[in-house]
């Protein structure tokens, strides 16, 4: 089976959506499951995980109705207020939700580095394990040491890398990114889902071997027992159509096993979001 671990709803709203620029026109548009089942059907992917594209718990109970009305989303990834001292009655709430897997918060946005090390949201991270929430990390190259602080904080919390830390892959940077992403994945709590190159890369001009040196580092540090493809969609049609897209995970994956091949392409997901 092959599962999109990372994709996108939303029923466009410029003021919701304000961080889709006019660079990002194609995206002004609703997006929604009638349209990802054709895109589906014709790159042979059997289900997803949808993750929030907004912040607030409106956008986690409209993934969640969506997940409910088409069964090919096998499972959500919402936002709460981490920081809210309401929190534990929020996820007593959501957790009454089988398809609602884990949360996220928009961290890249975020102007101080350290924002995951603040202490309300060190609590609220805190508090995830005991109803068997996963926790998305989203964040720039320069917000990997704060990751890696908080992810050694809770060693019993799963965790994922959304976008593989989204390096700088059009201005060919790589060391210092290569080097806390060793350094993050020696947490085995810690997975990391091959997706959002492309947006990373020169959107007109990527070629399928700008990627493989991002590549190589996150399948030596995380090895394919700790990957899963995601496409980032439709976030990703800025830069390629879909089919492209997972093409360039499957030219990498030529020379692998069946059995990790197997694990990548949905296996993993399977297992960390526990659908």
Same mark, same amino acid.
């Given at each position: ?33 009638a ?49 809210? +001292?309401?929190? *534990?009655? @929020? &996820? !007593?709430?959501?957790? #009454?939700f =089988? ?8 961290v ?80 085995p ?15 007109g ?15 030596q +540090?995380?090895? *394919?027992? @700790? &990957? !899963?493809?995601?496409? #980032?969609? =439709? ?8 089919r492209?897209?997972k ?12 059995s ?16």
């Amino acid at each position: 089976m092959v599962i999109d671990s990372h994709q996108h709803f939303w029923k466009y709203d410029p003021v919701r959506l304000d961080w889709i620029n006019e660079e990002m026109s194609i995206l002004k548009r609703d997006f929604l499951p009638a349209d990802l089942s054709l895109v589906y059907q014709d790159a042979g992917v059997d289900a997803c995980v949808a993750v929030q594209a907004d912040q607030s718990e409106a956008e986690t109970d409209f993934l969640l109705a969506l997940a409910d009305q088409n069964d090919f989303i096998k499972g959500v990834v919402g936002w709460v207020d981490l920081r809210s +001292a309401a929190l *534990p009655e @929020r &996820l !007593m709430h959501y957790h #009454d939700f =089988p398809k609602l897997k884990g949360f996220r918060h928009v961290v890249q946005s975020e102007p101080d580095p350290n924002f995951m090390l603040g202490k309300e949201f060190q609590k609220g991270i805190e508090q995830l394990h005991q109803y068997g929430f996963t926790y998305d990390i989203l964040i720039f190259p320069n917000q990997l040491h704060a990751a890696i602080e908080t992810v050694k904080n809770f060693p019993n919390q799963k965790f994922v890398i959304d976008h593989i830390a989204k390096p700088y892959i059009k201005a060919g940077k790589l060391k210092e990114w290569a080097a806390n992403m060793e350094i993050i994945a020696r947490c085995p709590n810690v997975m990391c889902k091959i997706s959002g190159m492309v947006t990373e890369a020169d959107w007109g001009n990527w070629k399928t071997q700008d990627f493989t040196p991002y590549l190589d580092v996150v399948f030596q +540090a995380f090895t *394919p027992t @700790r &990957l !899963m493809f995601g496409s #980032d969609w =439709p976030v990703c049609l800025l830069a390629g159509s879909y089919r492209e897209v997972k093409n360039i995970l499957t030219s990498y994956l030529e020379s692998f096993s069946e059995s990790d091949r197997a694990l990548i392409w949905g296996s993993n997901a399977a297992h960390f979001y526990q659908l």
